[in-house]
């Protein structure tokens, strides 16, 4: 059974940093191309940042040079680290995992940034 678990959501001001992680179950994630989503009140749910299996990354421009994508192969994690934090970036983050064209979702971690 594949679970994805994850954590480190929080407040934190503006210019802030936090670091998601995605703690996976069920399956090796290294083997997989992972994903964040993030999903804003009234918004849909909008891909992040993903990582591939050769480890190749993607993120999309609005998180570009201040989000960063990477695998702990030997915790089964992925982790997002977030820096530059503004309040646009507000949103509940969801880990995903791509396998046979089906995608797992965790329940999502709140990350408020706000003064």
């Known amino acids: 059974q594949v679970q994805l678990v994850e954590s480190g959501g929080g407040l934190v001001q503006p210019g802030g940093s936090l670091r998601l992680s995605c703690a996976a179950s069920?399956?090796?994630?290294?083997?997989?191309?992972m994903a964040w989503y993030r999903q804003a009140p009234g918004k849909e749910r909008e891909l992040v940042a993903a990582i591939y299996r050769g480890n190749n990354t993607n993120y999309r421009d609005f998180v570009r040079g201040r989000f960063t994508i990477t695998r702990d192969n030997a915790k089964n994690t992925v982790h997002l680290q977030m820096n530059s934090l503004n309040s646009e970036d507000t949103a509940v983050y969801y880990c995903?995992?791509?396998?046979?064209?089906?995608?797992?979702w965790g329940q999502g971690t709140q990350v408020t940034v706000s003064s």
């Open positions: 995903s995992a791509a396998i046979s064209g089906y995608s797992y």
């Open positions: 069920g399956i090796d994630s290294s083997m997989y191309a």
